[in-house]
């Protein structure tokens, strides 16, 4: 059974920092790509970045970009999402999931996701 579970989620301010992450089992990590989505209050859930295997490709939302830092730790089965100078905008229930191809902002080519964490944003 594929589990991925977040943590590291909370309540800050805008202009701090905070460092999610993603634990994955009954999959052999290595081998799938890695990804991050957000869905805020009454919207769709969006993309936020997406890693390879490898972690050689990465992928992210013009949102985020330059902000958030999308890692990996294969030898403890991990993916990372680091997120810097957070706004108000960045609140949501993130998640995280799995996907057998590449790095992809798309959706529908993650099959496993973990519960979701809230991170909230407070101005």
């Known amino acids: 059974q594929v589990q991925l579970v977040e943590s590291g989620g909370g309540l800050v301010q805008a202009g701090d920092s905070l460092r999610l992450s993603c634990t994955t089992s009954?999959?052999?990590?290595?081998?799938?790509?890695m990804g991050w989505f957000r869905q805020a209050p009454g919207k769709e859930r969006e993309f936020v970045a997406s890693i390879s295997w490898s972690g050689g490709v990465t992928y992210y939302a013009g949102s985020v970009k330059g902000r958030f830092t999308i890692s990996r730790d294969n030898a403890k089965d991990t993916v990372f999402l680091q997120m810097n100078s957070l706004k108000p905008e960045d609140t949501a229930v993130y998640y995280c999931a799995s996907s057998p191809g590449g790095a992809t902002p798309r959706r529908d080519l993650y099959d496993y996701w973990g519960q979701g964490i809230q991170v909230t944003v407070s101005s």
């Open positions: 009954g999959r052999t990590f290595g081998g799938y790509a």
